[in-house]
């Protein structure tokens, strides 16, 4: 308990004083450090009774992947349906005919500044575009689309500088709900989510795109992405794939450790997310572990696992670690929950902030951390500025962003993580990219 505690406080207060520092951009999957901290100044304390100032809007098609903004350019993914019925149900694969886009625009102004178009048939459950947010490395982003297509574009004019087929090229077809795990880049490499023998984890050149290393086979390689921790002296490399979570020297693919954590249905989703010296992992079927890592090697031990009624099971939204406690949305409930860390004991539940009060499945909010407040973007289309402690959920305000317009378990939702930068929010659904101005 105590050791939890300490290394929970000391993760706060080292975070608040690197939020002093000024960060523009959000260039990949939940913001520079992929860590769910939005750490510029200058942000509202509260929303304005006239409401946000929307700065501009402008037309997007299909797509799950949220925004990525660098360089005063906001980078999207998404797909322009041709023929085919979308379903939007768990029970089978949709087959699609479309292409996808990368597109490009003004951060300040949204014009368009350019596009990439290639024609990409979906046979796919819930096939409403691209899963992964683009991944911006200074002159270069990345993309992975829904069907396996990887991209290394330049950023200045959308020129491809590489490009990859990973259904082709490793011999797999795409995942039950697509290619989800967002692409990472580290140093010289870029690292995917594959699948196939011994390809569930892939690293790249990042200019070249030439395989540096492959490792880990498994039955099916999931939808989480490689998520780069620093612990005991060096980096790990985390992969959850369906059968375990496992940390990897990043340089030569070598497995360090493996823990078995199993999700219903293949669906290793969320990032493990990282405390002090734990780690804590989840996803549905009451498939929960924390860990505690080495502090002397790569190592790692289970402290304890979910039960029916502990623990917060993750699907769509990554949880949020902070102060002993975890912040998460229950898939099978739609609850955002409030859980000690140190035993998993549910501390308390709301529906406030995801459906807006009703249970439903896989309801949905993506929590983000501004200082001591978080901005949570709801599956309503709502933003909400909250307050989240051990004691309770308090809203402080709320705004209505997007209209909800893709389809899931008989509702309709926006389910595509925002991205915050100078000074605003960045937002998508399946018609319209949407930026909100929050300067104080």
Known sequence: MRAILFAAKAAFVLSFFVGTAVAEDWPQWLGPQRDSVWREQGIVREFPKEGLKVLWRVPVALGYAGPAVAGGRVFVADYVRRAGEATSGPMGRDKLEGSERVQCFDAATGKLLWKHEYDCPYFISYPDGPRCTPTVDGDRVYTLGAEGNLFCFATADGKVLWSKELKKEYAIEAPYWGFSGHPLVDGELLFCLVGGKESVA????????????????????????????QHAGVKQLLYWHPESVNSLDPQTGKVHWSIPLKPDFNMSITAPRMLGDFLYASGIGDAAALMKLDLTKPAAEVVWRGEPKNAVYCANSTPYLLDGTIYGVDCRTGAMMGVRLEDGKRLWQTFKPTTGGARASHGTAFIVRHEDRFFLMAETGDLILAKLTSEGYEELGRFHVLAPDSHAFGRNVVWSHPAFAGRCVFARNNSELVCVSLTE
């Open 202 to 229: 892939v690293a790249f050149d990042k200019r070249t795109g030439k395989e540096v290393w492959r490792s880990m086979t498994a039955p099916e390689p999931g939808y989480c992405p490689p998520t780069m921790i």
